[in-house]
């Protein structure tokens, strides 16, 4: 092997390694699985903060 650009005499990986393809067509897709249960305790919570707030949005005020 001849002496790479950086200087190595037998060659460094960045010139004369080599890279594998990866077949992007046979891969399956990812399944997504089920969300944690904290997650959707969360998404829950939010919905619910978000009715309430227009709730209260929408009333009008006394003051």
Known sequence: MSECKHGMKSGCVYCHG??????????APKKRGKPPRLSEQMNDRMTDLKRRLKKLRDQPSDA
């Open 18 to 27: 080599h890279v594998k393809p990866t077949p992007e067509a046979g891969r």
